[in-house]
């Protein structure tokens, strides 16, 4: 059973950073890519960040560009979301997935295992 925690979350002020986590079980994960997605209240979840099954080749959404870093550890089995110069519209639920595949990908539905959540809220 594919199993996946984030942990990380917390309140932060505008301008601070916060890393989240995110560990797999389950899944042979050095073979397959990671993402980072975000839903806010009464919004629709959208796509943070993604490595491939290396970690060599990301994708970022836009609006984190410059800010956030995805980066995996295939040894202890868990990616990474750091988050730097935080503001407030980041503030969202943070998922961590995973697809079967090995490609970064930008898409939900592509991802076929999700964890729980957490929160991530940035005060003004």
């Known amino acids: 059973q594919v199993q996946l925690v984030e942990s990380g979350g917390g309140l932060v002020q505008t301008g601070g950073s916060l890393r989240l986590s995110c560990v797999v079980s389950?899944?042979?994960?050095?073979?397959?890519?990671m993402g980072w997605f975000r839903q806010a209240p009464g919004k629709e979840r959208e796509f943070v960040a993604a490595i491939d099954w290396s970690g060599t080749e990301t994708v970022y959404a836009d609006s984190v560009k410059g800010r956030f870093t995805i980066f995996r550890d295939n040894a202890k089995n868990t990616v990474f979301l750091q988050m730097n110069s935080l503001k407030p519209e980041d503030t969202a639920v943070y998922y961590c997935?995973?697809?079967?595949?090995?490609?970064?990908?930008?898409?939900?539905?592509?991802?076929?295992?999700w964890g729980q959540g957490t929160q991530v809220t940035v005060s003004s």
């Open positions: 389950g899944w042979t994960f050095s073979n397959y890519a």
């Open positions: 997935a995973t697809r079967p595949g090995p490609l970064a990908e930008d898409t939900a539905g592509r991802y076929d295992y």
